[in-house]
């Protein structure tokens, strides 16, 4: 049911700031504005065209007993009257000026005019109930919001355009046409006709399934794209773990000292390469210690690596010099504890040996089918092929190619879901099965369908949803 309370918020982040902008919608909207907003030309606002602008004051107005009214801000007004809103509703937009307390005054002097206080995403609340967006649309909007990259930030303008919406409504409104046909074959039962022809009705299935198995496939890119990449750091203590992501990040971020163990704790910070978010983790040095608050900072780190979706083993040159080829041991133990993990191995301070030390060390690692990148991450040198070899763990191929890519987990949910009903259509259809029992997968498919876009909803799944929203959106 839509609500019919005109409701108010401040839509710009909350604080101080040059302008900030109050928001309004609802059918009393342009009414309650009315009664607060003086024109400095002397218009009537509630007889202005939708899509204009006006200059004047917002005052409280005069009082019963003769009292004049308060003047709080000169602003202006923006008027967009429904449907042709962002809501759907009648809504007025009010930019003032960005004192807190202007925006307090300005919001409580709307609430005393019968405006009721926003919730969390009810703006877009709305505009998905009076269908101006489908539920994939809005929730596209928060991650819009969110987005902190390039990638991010074009993955949630495809799906607010619509990219993701338009794909999974043509499966569904094409699923759909055999279902009818299928339904009416069950009213005809006594006379055993088909309505729905069986070879195109595999050939649609078979479709339906590669498009499902792409839109999954693609999850494993969108949820590293929009939540980052974690990438931990490790090895040694005072191998220099702290200078090579000062070196990535290019900045004094982690304390860099000569004394093994400086680091006792993780130290995180994110880095954008080619529009794909980082985080990188700089790490407590592996090794055996009587330390007890070392040996904390070492069990997060092992901790931190099972999170890690890629991890940097970070080599010495100068401690190889000295004790030989001894990593084989700590690879060893990282692949054996994280088998399926992508491991970067990086020779540091590679400036210290000669060209036939490295070729031998990294002939080393190729029996162990491992790449070595050499770096000298106090003097920068390597860093670029380093990113570029983090970029190789991303396939940024549909990104580029502008397709479809899943990020929400919702959406995943259902995806699977539909797959494994369309799956069970596939195989009734091969094996003959009656057409009543397809039905029941068929209609459970759509259903599928339909929690993506928002044409099968309930009050708790829009409450999750939108409860994640800041309140003036």
């Excluded at 065209?49 to 009292?67: A, E, F, M, R, Y």
């Excluded at 055999?178 to 729905?196: P, T």
Aim: with cysteine; glycine share 6%.
């Amino acid at each position: 049911m839509i609500p019919q309370e005109t409701i108010v918020a401040l839509a710009t982040p909350s604080g101080a700031g040059a302008i900030a902008i109050i928001r309004l919608s609802g059918a009393a909207a342009i009414t309650i504005a009315a009664d607060v907003f003086q024109s400095v030309s002397g218009k009537d606002i509630s007889k202005q065209k939708t899509h204009t602008i006006h200059l004047g004051n917002i005052v409280d107005p005069p009082t019963s007993s003769g009292q004049a009214g308060k003047v709080y801000d000169q602003v202006l007004l923006s008027i967009f009257k429904g449907p042709n809103s962002y809501t759907g509703e009648n809504v007025i937009e009010i930019s003032c000026h960005g004192s807190t307390f202007i925006q307090q005054q300005i919001i409580q002097l709307l609430l005393r005019r019968g405006a009721k206080m926003a919730q969390a995403g009810e703006f877009t609340l709305r505009a998905f109930l009076n269908g101006k967006l489908d539920l994939s649309q809005a929730e596209a909007v928060a991650d819009l919001i969110a987005s902190d990259n390039e990638a991010s930030h074009q993955i949630a303008m495809q799906q607010m355009r619509g990219g993701f919406s338009n794909e999974i409504a043509k499966l569904r409104e094409e699923l759909l046409n055999f279902a009818s046909l299928i339904e009416l074959e069950l009213d005809f039962a006594e006379e055993d006709v088909e309505f729905a022809d069986r070879t195109q009705f595999h050939d649609l299935l078979e479709r339906i399934e590669f498009v499902l198995k792409r839109l999954i496939d693609s999850f494993a890119v969108g949820n590293v794209i929009k939540n980052g990449i974690p990438v931990a750091i490790v090895g040694e203590p005072n191998v220099g773990k702290s200078t090579l992501l000062n070196a990535l990040l290019n900045e004094e971020r982690a304390i860099v000292s000569d004394i093994a163990g400086t680091t006792r704790d993780t130290i995180e910070d994110e880095l954008v390469i080619n529009g794909i978010g980082f985080r990188f983790i700089d790490t407590a040095g592996i090794r055996e210690t009587k330390d007890v608050v070392e040996s904390i900072g070492i069990q997060k780190t092992f901790e931190k690596m099972e999170q890690a979706q890629v991890v940097i083993l970070l080599l010495d040159a100068k401690e190889l010099q000295v004790s030989g080829l001894k990593f084989q041991v700590e690879i060893e133990k990282i692949k054996n504890k994280f088998p399926q993990k992508p491991l970067i191995v990086i020779l540091n301070k590679v400036d210290l040996l000669s060209i036939s030390e490295v070729e031998t060390i990294r002939q080393e690692l190729e029996t162990l089918n491992l790449k070595l990148v050499t770096i000298s991450a106090k003097q920068k040198v390597g860093i670029d092929e380093l990113k570029n070899t983090l970029l190789s763990f991303v396939n940024t191929g549909a990104l580029r190619n502008n397709e479809t890519i899943v990020t929400n987990t919702r959406h995943y949910d259902s995806l699977l879901k539909a797959l494994e009903e369309v799956q069970k259509v596939k195989w009734g259809l091969d094996s003959g099965l009656s057409s009543d029992l397809m039905a029941i997968d068929i209609r459970s498919a759509l259903h599928y369908f339909g929690e993506i876009t928002g044409e099968v909803t309930n009050d708790e799944l829009l409450g999750n949803i939108f409860a994640n929203f800041c309140i003036g959106k």
